[in-house]
């Protein structure tokens, strides 16, 4: 079957060939090799870690899976892709997908546990290298300056790419739709994960990051990384931050409901929390500050607390006090690509640092919007113990409604996230259009 991405993925890989030999050009290097990188033992144990490959090797190739294997840049020459594909009865060596960049690039299958030789009279080698084989090689391990270039190679996505992140939330919302079914017909989180996987056509070991299935409480441990097998008694919420991996490239969605035992407000604070998502997303745009956007988002949360009666002083003081932040620890959202949270996400164009400012410790997008980026939008609402403690206990606390807050606890907590590509005069919400 004809690959009908494969015009696009061709200007993909005809655009990656120009930035490459503009940066290696004016940082004086002949070429570099890309290692896609290689499976990490257990200590003590034959039983290798999951793997991902490196994300600049995804860049070209969009291989999550390939290991050992080599990718040589060199200006005026075809780019080689040498994949590690032995003769193996144990395991089956790796076949090519018929993708565009099979045709394109000049592609070596063969054993390469050990880099290729290569010819170049100043070459750079990236990705997970140790000193002995980059010496071996005659090449520079990881220069920082390439490594900041490439990264911003990155951050404005082709038409390809957007393709390939537009599929993959459109195969993560099959699996959406059936977690929210399975939870509505009593589920563990056990078997929500199972319905989700089946029906977005995946194995845990490719989803590009861990699914979060948490039922009630579990919906307010931001990264909760397990799978009760037992359905609890009572069914307050169900929160699912799950993705897929399409050609290398990732969707990370969220979606929260409400079950049969939820409080009323709690079904009303998600519909509300769907609208403040709705509003952030429509502020997107080139030169618009994310870390503005960020406060946006809190400026709109406080507004949400005294609405819903969960805090009796104004927005503003909300906002001040750190009463929003206690609600909600994350940061609004983050670059996306072939890495969940992509890469150059704190680093203006130039190279600078853009750290996050010391309020919002956790926000991993720092800089100015520009048309190209595909960004998450996941403002969130939690019922936290660990932080709620703290606040009920501060000067800030007498203004929140406990009890209220009591009743709400078992519900864990809130996030809505979509992916959103921004153009120079639109933005398309790669996640909705499937929706």
């Known amino acids: 079957m004809p690959d009908a991405l494969a015009p696009l993925q061709n200007r993909h890989l005809e655009a990656l060939e120009r930035r490459y030999a503009e940066v290696l050009g004016a940082l004086g290097y002949d070429g570099v090799l890309i290692y896609s990188g290689h499976p990490a033992l257990h200590f003590g144990d034959d039983q290798h870690a999951s793997f991902c490959s490196y994300g600049h090797f995804q860049h070209w190739t969009g291989q999550a899976g390939l290991t050992h294997s080599w990718l040589l840049v060199r200006p005026g020459q ?16 790796p076949s090519l997908p018929d993708e565009g960049w099979t045709e394109y690039l000049e592609v070596i299958s063969g054993r390469f546990e050990t880099p290729p030789a290569v010819k170049a009279s100043r070459l750079a080698v990236i990705g997970d290298i140790d000193d002995d084989t980059a010496r071996a090689l005659g090449a520079e391990r990881n220069p920082p300056a390439l490594l900041i270039a490439l990264d911003e190679g990155r951050v404005r996505k082709s038409e390809y790419e957007i393709a390939c992140l537009s599929e993959a939330n459109r195969m993560a919302l099959y699996g959406h739709r059936a977690a929210q079914q399975a939870f509505l017909t009593g589920a563990s989180e056990l078997d929500i994960q199972l319905a989700y996987l089946k029906a977005s056509r995946q194995r845990e070991s490719d989803v590009p990051y861990g699914n979060i299935i948490g039922l009630g409480a579990h ?11 037992e359905a609890p008694v009572s069914r307050h919420s169900l929160l699912v931050d799950a993705g897929h991996r399409y050609r290398g490239y990732c969707a990370d969605i969220t979606r929260s409901w409400p079950g049969p035992d939820a409080a009323p407000t709690f079904a009303a604070l998600i519909t509300r929390m769907n609208d403040i998502k709705q509003q952030l997303v429509a502020a997107l745009a080139p030169g618009v500050e994310f870390v503005a956007l960020h406060e946006r988002m809190h400026q709109l949360l406080g507004e949400l607390l005294v609405e819903s009666e969960l805090v009796s002083a104004s927005a503003e003081a909300a906002l001040e006090s750190g009463i929003t932040r206690a609600f909600c620890p994350h940061g609004l959202g983050h670059l996306l690509g072939v890495q969940v949270h992509d890469v150059a996400g704190r680093m203006s164009r130039e190279g600078t640092a853009l750290p996050p400012p010391p309020e919002h410790p956790a926000l991993r997008l720092t800089r100015e919007l520009e048309a190209g980026m595909t960004v998450t939008i996941e403002p969130g609402l939690y019922f936290i113990p660990m932080l709620l403690g703290p606040l009920e206990a501060g000067p800030a606390g007498s203004a929140v409604n406990w009890p209220l807050v009591e009743r709400l606890m078992p519900h864990g907590g809130i996030r809505i996230e979509d992916n959103v590509a921004i153009a120079t005069n639109s933005v398309r919400n790669l996640t909705l259009e499937h929706e």
């Open 78 to 93: 075809r780019t080689t892709c040498f994949v590690h594909a032995p003769d193996d009865f144990w395991h089956l060596p």
């Open 219 to 229: 919906g307010a441990v931001l990264h909760y990384q397990h799978y009760a097998n």
